[in-house]
Nanobody
Framework: QVQVVESAGGLVQPGGSLRLSCAAS????????MSWYRQAPGKERELVAT???????TYADSVKGRFTISRDNAKNTVYLQMNRLQPDDTAVYYC???????WGQGTQVTVSS
């Protein structure tokens, strides 16, 4: 079964950091471009970051310079390092294959003072 499990979200203060993990199963991660999306209450799901199978990365303007997407193919895991978090980053974060995405449960990130 193709599946991803997002984890390591939580509650942080503005300016804090979190590192999200996305553990893949049912497929070999290194063959696919992977993306992180997020969805805040009452808003559309938005693309946050993408990493290709070759390692190239792209970011939404709102997170550029603060977030870093990476992959560990040996662990079949994708990460999202989030620094200098702001309240507008509050959302459920989802990890998925970039082409023909599928949606799991996501992990909640709340940034609040």
């Amino acid at each position: 079964q193709v599946q991803v499990v997002e984890s390591a979200g939580g509650l942080v203060q503005p300016g804090g950091s979190l590192r999200l993990s996305c553990a893949a199963s049912g497929f070999t991660l290194r063959f696919y471009a992977m993306s992180w999306y997020r969805q805040a209450p009452g808003k559309e799901r938005e693309l946050v970051a993408t990493i290709t199978s070759a390692g190239s990365t792209t970011y939404a303007d709102s997170v550029k310079g603060r977030f870093t997407i990476s992959r560990d193919n040996a662990k079949n895991t994708v990460y999202l390092q989030m620094n200098r978090l702001q309240p507008d980053d509050t959302a459920v974060y989802y990890c998925t294959r970039s082409n023909g995405p599928f949606w799991g449960q996501g992990t909640q990130v709340t940034v609040s003072s």
